[in-house]
């Protein structure tokens, strides 16, 4: 099976080139870039942080109102159109990749919000981008989650919701002791 019959046309693997006309929204992504990077104080940010530090923001808030469970829900529930439409072209194609491929590669919800991911077939390998937002909003008393808790009372139920409406098993990691996390697909 080719690669056209196997995706969505409008996915591609290059990620290269296409900013003719759009040379200003490259512009402005770069000065945010520099922005973002020259910003030292109270940490050396990153290009994640604000996105990073929203999503702990709604994971405190869950958490704070006994509503954790409710939240992964309410976010399934609002990835359920793209899953269920990846559902039915993994079911088509009988690709499985296709599932990690649409919940980490060419989503800006990942990879946005994790910088890198190791992606090996059947596999996607990252690290949480939460420590160092954790690290420096717990001890201000901003937030009292830890790592470890985001991982099992927010990534890892999300993934696994996404699994179920993909149609596929995920096999999510435990939180590594340098916080790696691992996602197969079977």
Not at 127 to 141: E, Q, R
Request: aromatic share 8%.
């Amino acid at each position: 099976m080719s690669d056209n019959q196997q995706r969505p046309s409008h996915w591609r693997k290059d990620y290269g080139g296409g900013f003719e006309g759009r040379e200003a929204l490259l512009g402005q992504a770069v000065n945010m870039v520099i922005k973002t990077l020259n910003q030292t104080q109270p940490y050396q940010h990153h290009v994640n942080d604000a996105l990073v530090l929203a999503q702990l923001s709604a994971i405190q808030f869950a958490k704070d109102n006994d509503m954790l469970d409710a939240y992964v829900e309410h976010d399934r529930k609002i990835m359920s159109f793209i899953n269920f439409r990846m559902r039915d072209l993994i079911e088509k194609t009988g690709n499985k990749e296709l599932a990690l491929e649409a919940v980490f590669d060419i989503t800006e919800c990942h990879y946005q919000l994790v910088l890198e991911t190791d992606a090996q077939p059947g596999k996607r390998i990252w690290i949480s981008p939460y420590k160092k937002s954790l690290d420096a909003c717990t001890k201000v008393g901003m937030l009292d989650l830890t790592e470890a808790e985001v991982h099992e009372r927010w990534t890892k139920p999300k993934l696994l919701a996404y699994a179920e409406d993909l149609g596929v098993e995920f096999r999510v990691s435990d939180l590594g002791d340098d916080g790696t996390i691992t996602c197969a697909v079977f």
